[in-house]
């Protein structure tokens, strides 16, 4: 995988090629302030706020009284920086979008951090809902420091200027969403996007899905994006219409899902699997879903929001720390 794959698969890079084939988005630059603060490892103080509602003296009076928790003249007040420009700008971009956004910089969403919300969604209306979700995210701590880190030439990293993405809230229902490998411009894997469940309509519709896919990459996609390697994410939706969600590098840095990098790099492994008898077509790609509920996995999401240690008891990853925690447990009863 090389630099320049990963600047074309930057979201305003291919927004302006396929606009419409895809949900309506709003482009902001990031001030260099704005990226200092979520690149800050201090306290999580969340800046963007509106206005808080006006309060009575006697409200005043009593949060007085309640917030004298230390005699020392010393301990310093946490405060938020502002950003009031970049607050109007980004408010003003939401109120375009209905009200409601999905964020993202230059490559990523912050999708690992969608727990520590209110709403336990990366829904958000306004800065302040923006900046939780990234400062609580390795996926965007990654965009702004690693973005190259699985690229093997060894030319310098290119400047990058990031962006905050703002795309209109759309109710996406999981088991819709489709990830699309592509090398050297043909379509050579569909894997179900949320693999972690079990659809029983992608088993029962897989031939009419896959070709719906294949239709859509033909028709718009192939030839057009910037690389001949790519991977690319599609929605289709209840009417049975594609949409273009993201372009991914065709790389370690993108998750394979269903597939491992191995096969897809190979070849090996691949074979076509959308139709059967003389509805298969030769270069149609290999197809994975989850098929039953037997084969359903847990959410790859799962550590980033519990210490690693308690992601492998629950998973049965680590059978040794499950023995340890067995024998402690043990121990704990003999003792009372």
């Given at each position: 995988m090389k630099k320049e794959?990963?600047?074309?698969?930057?979201?305003?890079?291919?927004?302006?090629?396929?606009?419409?084939?895809?949900?309506?988005?709003?482009?902001?630059?990031?001030?260099?302030?704005?990226?200092?603060?979520?690149?800050?490892?201090?306290?999580?103080?969340?800046?963007?706020?509106?206005?808080p509602p006006a309060r009575t003296q006697a409200d005043s009076d009593e949060e007085a009284e309640e917030i004298q928790w230390s005699d020392d003249e010393n301990t310093a007040t946490l405060t938020a920086p502002e950003f009031p420009e970049f607050t109007s700008k980004v408010q003003e971009a939401i109120n375009s979008l209905g009200g409601s956004v999905f964020p993202k910089l230059n490559w990523s969403a912050p999708r690992d951090a969608?727990?520590?919300?209110?709403n336990s969604s990366l829904k958000c209306r306004t800065l302040s809902d923006?900046?939780?979700?990234?400062?609580?995210?390795?996926?965007?701590?990654?965009?702004?420091?690693?973005?190259?880190?699985?690229?093997?030439?060894?030319?310098?990293?290119?400047?990058?200027?990031y962006e905050l993405v703002l795309r209109r809230w759309c109710e996406l229902i999981p088991g819709s969403e489709?990830?699309?490998?592509?090398?050297?411009?043909?379509?050579?894997?569909?894997?179900?996007?949320?693999?972690?469940?079990?659809?029983?309509?992608?088993?029962?519709?897989?031939?009419e899905i896959c070709r719906c896919i294949q239709d859509f990459f033909r028709k718009h996609i192939q030839y057009k994006f910037l690389d001949e390697d790519f991977v690319f994410d599609i929605y289709r939706d209840s009417r049975g219409k594609v949409w273009l969600i993201d372009f991914n590098p065709f790389g370690d840095v993108t998750d394979p899902l269903l597939f491992t990098w191995e096969e897809l790099v190979s070849g090996r492994n691949l074979q076509a699997?959308?139709?059967?008898?003389?509805?298969?077509e030769q270069d149609s790609?290999?197809?994975?879903?989850?098929?039953?509920?037997?084969?359903?996995?847990?959410?790859?999401?799962?550590?980033?929001?519990?210490?690693?240690?308690?992601?492998?008891?629950?998973?049965?990853?680590?059978?040794?720390k499950l023995i340890d925690f067995l024998k402690l447990k043990r121990t704990q009863q003999e003792d009372e």
């Amino acid at each position: 995988m090389k630099k320049e794959q990963v600047l074309h698969c930057q979201f305003s890079t291919w927004y302006s090629l396929f606009r419409s084939l895809t949900i309506r988005s709003v482009v902001l630059l990031l001030p260099q302030n704005v990226k200092d603060y979520l690149l800050d490892d201090g306290t999580l103080v969340v800046s963007g706020r509106d206005d808080p509602p006006a309060r009575t003296q006697a409200d005043s009076d009593e949060e007085a009284e309640e917030i004298q928790w230390s005699d020392d003249e010393n301990t310093a007040t946490l405060t938020a920086p502002e950003f009031p420009e970049f607050t109007s700008k980004v408010q003003e971009a939401i109120n375009s979008l209905g009200g409601s956004v999905f964020p993202k910089l230059n490559w990523s969403a912050p999708r690992d951090a969608y727990w520590i919300a209110m709403n336990s969604s990366l829904k958000c209306r306004t800065l302040s809902d923006i900046f939780l979700l990234f400062k609580s995210s390795d996926f965007i701590t990654r965009d702004f420091t690693q973005p190259f880190v699985h690229c093997t030439d060894d030319s310098p990293d290119p400047c990058i200027e990031y962006e905050l993405v703002l795309r209109r809230w759309c109710e996406l229902i999981p088991g819709s969403e489709f990830r699309c490998f592509v090398k050297e411009n043909k379509l050579i894997g569909i894997s179900q996007r949320d693999y972690t469940q079990y659809y029983d309509h992608i088993t029962k519709q897989k031939e009419e899905i896959c070709r719906c896919i294949q239709d859509f990459f033909r028709k718009h996609i192939q030839y057009k994006f910037l690389d001949e390697d790519f991977v690319f994410d599609i929605y289709r939706d209840s009417r049975g219409k594609v949409w273009l969600i993201d372009f991914n590098p065709f790389g370690d840095v993108t998750d394979p899902l269903l597939f491992t990098w191995e096969e897809l790099v190979s070849g090996r492994n691949l074979q076509a699997d959308c139709g059967q008898g003389e509805a298969l077509e030769q270069d149609s790609p290999a197809f994975r879903c989850t098929d039953s509920e037997a084969t359903v996995q847990p959410s790859p999401y799962l550590s980033c929001r519990l210490p690693k240690d308690f992601v492998d008891l629950s998973t049965g990853e680590d059978a040794h720390k499950l023995i340890d925690f067995l024998k402690l447990k043990r121990t704990q009863q003999e003792d009372e």
